[in-house]
């Protein structure tokens, strides 16, 4: 039987190694930016985006040293969005992961120039990658093109000026779904995406992993929507009713939570069906779809 926990925790130590190396330059005398921006990478994290890449690509039997670089860029630009994300500007929350958000932790500019600081270092290191592989330098920029959509105003940036237009205000369940999809589904979508081209997959085959990362990132969203309201907060490191409180639109608070919890579940099995083609080579993705739903943080 397949032990996800066991899994999870291999990769997770694998890609926060990875992350470490990065840095091998400042190790001795980093700079402030350099300390925020560390501050906030390792604070902790499931990893969740990193961890798919890696695993759409071990589906096309990739190896995981060619596409970790990749993996390596999704958390750096993950990390900047929720840097942003916690911003007074923002949501104006004081903990992330159970540790002071990185603007409470140094200042409001520091943390901005930090989230700016990854951003920018996530193209680095994907370009850095490309250099590196000659032969697979279309490929990568394939993988930055992936990328970029889904983290700019095609996508995750996107969502959340819809997220805080939004607050206080009543908008529809498609319009919602619309949201959740951009502001967390499409770096997610991405992540899959851009292990599947690193692996080398068919138009099919990539076809069939970009509707998983699609299921499993709205998902994703419903399921932080649950758990901002039935949440542990010694768990998720944040307070729960937080959503409530900034008056933002979830889908609890349009469908109600058992509609949502259901919702959630369908998902779920939507992104497992999409994995048919694979066979087993798929089984450490199908138990990634029922993880986001099932998760406590």
């Known amino acids: 039987m397949f032990d996800l926990k066991a899994y999870l925790k291999e990769k997770q130590q694998r890609v926060n190694a990875a992350l470490k190396d990065l840095w091998h330059d400042h190790e001795c005398s980093p700079t402030l930016l350099v300390q925020a921006m560390r501050y906030s990478l390792e604070a902790g994290g499931k990893r969740l985006r990193p961890i798919l890449c890696l695993c759409a690509s071990e589906v096309m039997g990739a190896s995981e040293a060619d596409v970790m670089p990749a993996a390596c860029a999704l958390e750096l630009i993950h990390t900047y969005s929720l840097i942003h994300d916690d911003l007074p500007a923002m949501d104006d929350d004081d903990l992330r992961r159970g540790k002071p958000t990185c603007h409470k932790a140094f200042d409001e500019a520091t943390a901005i120039l930090a989230g700016d600081a990854l951003l920018t270092a996530a193209f680095e290191v994907l370009a850095a990658a490309g250099r590196r592989q000659p032969d697979s330098a279309l490929k990568w920029l394939e993988v930055i093109y992936c990328i970029a959509r889904g983290a700019g105003y095609s996508g ?22 619309r949201l959740q999809r951009l502001k967390t589904g499409a770096l997610i979508e991405a992540s899959v995406w851009v292990g599947a081209v690193l692996g080398g997959g068919s138009a099919h085959e990539i076809a069939a992993l970009r509707a998983y990362g699609r299921h499993i990132g709205l998902a994703f969203q419903v399921a932080d929507d649950i758990l901002n309201i039935e949440g542990e907060p010694a768990m998720l490191g944040k307070p729960v009713g937080s959503d409530e409180a900034h008056q933002k639109a979830t889908r609890p608070s349009l469908t109600g939570l058992d509609q949502a919890k259901a919702r959630a579940a369908q998902l779920a099995d939507k992104a497992s069906e999409a994995l048919r083609i694979f066979g087993n080579k798929a089984e450490p993705l199908v138990a990634l779809a029922r993880y986001v739903i099932e998760r406590n943080r």
């Open 156 to 177: 995750m940036v996107e969502g959340q000026m819809m997220d805080i237009s939004s607050e206080g205000k009543t908008i529809t369940l498609e319009e919602l779904e």
